[in-house]
């Protein structure tokens, strides 16, 4: 199936906890991109990662990517209410087209 | 910094309708994309524009048609719209090779049809 048909995951944790999303790519990609969506907002790009960086860090998240197996993660470190946001990966081939993952809500509680 | 600007904000058709959908940058950006988004579900690419007339079909063309008659805009048209359908279009550009470089999204534009 198209990746996007799917369904978004679904993750509801404390306030505080760490959490993490995985992404698996089907092709072969020179970049993962990272974006997170806000309610009735367009999404909006968090981390970038390359295929020659194995992690890439910014302020509580943390992207990882493992070319050989063809996935990346993204890792929020002592989530916040306002981290609450749908959570979505894409990739890109190094051509011009972008496609992305089906996504994860994640969902933080006080 | 820039913005996209997408209109109509919210679109209400009838079934069969040709309805169409408008996207403004104004990041010089060559390259433009629509995507598809359903309630709950991923991003679908519709179409992409890595320059000026140029128009490439993406995983979700059929039932759509795009045009780019200048490097700032870019339409989308739901060639007959179908009925109960619901779905937010959002229009995005890229300064890069669009794999490569970050996205900027506009707001979407949300469809429903009557």
């Known amino acids: 199936s198209q990746w996007g048909e799917e369904n978004l995951q679904a993750l509801s944790i404390q306030e505080g906890e760490d959490v993490t999303m995985n992404c698996s790519y089907k092709t072969y990609t020179t970049v993962v991109h990272w974006y997170r969506q806000d309610s009735g907002r367009g999404p909006a790009l968090i981390i970038l990662i390359r295929s020659n960086e194995r992690e890439k860090r910014s302020g509580r998240l943390r992207a990882t990517l493992d070319t050989s197996s063809q996935s990346s993660s993204l890792s929020i470190t002592a989530a916040q209410c306002e981290d609450t946001a749908v959570y979505f990966c894409?990739?890109?081939?190094?051509?011009?087209?972008?496609?992305f993952g089906s996504g994860t809500r994640l969902l933080v509680s006080p | 910094g820039g913005i996209i600007t997408q209109t109509p904000k919210f679109l209400i058709g009838q079934e069969g309708q040709k309805l169409t959908l408008k996207c403004q940058q104004n990041?010089?950006?060559?390259?433009m994309y629509w995507y598809r988004q359903d309630s709950g579900k991923g991003l679908r690419l519709i179409y992409y524009?890595?320059?000026?007339?140029?128009?490439q079909k993406g995983d979700l063309s059929e039932g759509y048609d795009a045009s780019r008659e200048k490097k700032s805009s870019f339409s989308l048209t739901v060639t007959s719209a179908q009925k109960n359908e619901m779905a937010v279009f959002l229009c995005?550009?890229?300064?890069?090779?669009?794999?490569?470089?970050?996205?900027?999204f506009g707001e979407g534009s949300k469809l429903t049809v009557l």
């Open positions: 524009s890595i320059t000026e007339n140029d128009l």
């Open positions: 995005a550009s890229s300064i890069f090779r669009g794999g490569t470089g970050q996205l900027y």
């Open positions: 990041f010089n950006h060559d390259t």
């Open positions: 894409a990739t890109g081939t190094g051509g011009y087209k972008v496609v």
